[in-house]
């Protein structure tokens, strides 16, 4: 599910496997810290425990908000958690956020021969790149060209597929940032085999074996990121600038009350509202339409582009778990949608069955990143 084998690597190889039965998957996002570690037995992965902390009391601001913790608070809060889960390894791997990442697709004339890319490639990327490509890490994925159908190949009435471009999925990533979760999770007494952009990890952990088009809609605390994804490949990805605790700031502005209180009011109404205070509504309302409108807008350039409609939708990031968030996203969307539940690629007790459900799209990246640690 992730092709990438330079930029993510943290210097022992990125396919390289772990020597322990165990590993940690961490997820260190703008409001929180997700861990969850999971072991192999009888080959399945087993959930053993998962954790999260708010980033908030760090920062010296409420939970829920955005932060920009240093590396030094990183730190404490990562230790933190790993110490109230109570983890029994070392052996991890990390995200890295995509605000420290740019990917996009370049197309290439189709008479470019593959072994030419690593010189054209970083040229073409220059273009979209808005800093020195000395500062950032570059790699790339040749996409799967569309295949003819039956009916093409057997049927000489019908015209011959056309010289196809060559799709190229590049992405690149800030030197800085990789850096710094090194010096993240070195000092926080870890061993990580390997980094990772979260949207990989989230895709690993949402995603079964569909073969048409599938949208992944994570709806995290700063920003929505969008995948589209197609025989296991990232076709499109876009990120939207709205988060859920975007939805909290409005409610606290709007009532003039603490944005603690607000956080509180967004969980426990959500979009079902309150008979008391009918505006809440209308306030989550205007985000989260603005997040399925530009949906949409990227949903119809990728039909537009490539003739095909998305089969499904699947929901992830805490953001996603506001109340009446799916049902909005039914009559927005005009194909299957459904939550994602990522800790169903793990045995666990069954007692945490429907709490593991409820919380899974929070833990979606920190157990897509634990389940390739174990591969």
């Known amino acids: 599910m992730n092709p990438f084998q330079k930029i993510i690597d943290a210097g022992k190889g990125i396919f390289s496997g772990s020597s322990s039965e165990s590993a940690i998957g961490i997820d260190i996002g703008t409001s929180a810290i997700k861990i969850v570690q999971i072991k192999k037995k009888g ?27 240093n590396e030094e608070k990183t730190i404490e809060a990562l230790k933190e958690v790993l110490k109230q889960s109570g983890v029994t390894t070392n052996s991890s791997a990390l995200a890295i956020p995509s605000q420290s990442s740019l990917v996009f697709t370049l197309e290439l004339p189709s008479q470019v021969k593959e072994s030419d890319m690593a010189n054209i490639i970083p040229t073409e990327a220059r273009k979209y790149i808005p800093v020195p490509m000395t500062e950032i890490s570059l790699d790339w994925f040749l996409l799967p060209k569309k295949q003819p159908t039956f009916e093409e190949e ?76 197609e025989f296991g490949s990232v076709k499109s990805f876009h990120t939207i600038a709205r988060g859920s605790a975007d939805i909290t700031d409005s409610i606290a502005k709007s009532y003039d009350i603490e944005f603690a209180k607000a956080e509180v009011m967004k969980k426990e109404f959500g979009l079902y509202g309150n008979p008391t205070e009918k505006s809440l509504t209308d306030i989550i309302k205007i985000h989260v339409d603005y997040v399925f409108s530009e949906t949409n807008s990227v949903l119809l350039n990728y039909e537009k582009k490539y003739g095909k409609n998305i089969s499904k939708v699947i929901l992830t990031g805490g953001g996603s778990l506001l ?53």
């Open 323 to 375: 109340k009446g968030f799916k049902e909005v996203a039914v009559s927005n969307f005009p194909t299957q949608v459904e939550m994602g539940n990522p800790f169903s690629k793990v045995d666990a007790p069954v007692f945490l069955e429907k709490v593991l459900a409820a919380t899974g799209p929070e833990f979606a990246v920190a157990l897509g990143l634990a389940l390739r640690k174990l591969q």
């Open 43 to 69: 080959g399945r992965a087993v959930l053993e425990t998962y954790g999260a902390v708010a980033l908030g009391p760090y920062a010296g601001v409420d939970v829920g908000r955005v932060t920009n913790l």
């Open 154 to 229: 057997n049927n000489p009435e019908l015209p011959a597929l056309q010289a196809q471009n060559n799709e190229v999925l590049v992405v690149a990533i800030q030197n800085e940032a990789i850096s710094k979760y090194r010096t993240i999770t070195n000092q926080s007494g870890l061993e990580a085999g390997f980094f990772e952009l979260e949207i990989f990890s989230s895709i690993r952990s949402n995603f079964e074996h569909e073969l048409s088009p599938v949208l992944i809609l994570d709806f995290g605390a700063s920003r929505t990121r969008l995948s589209i994804v």
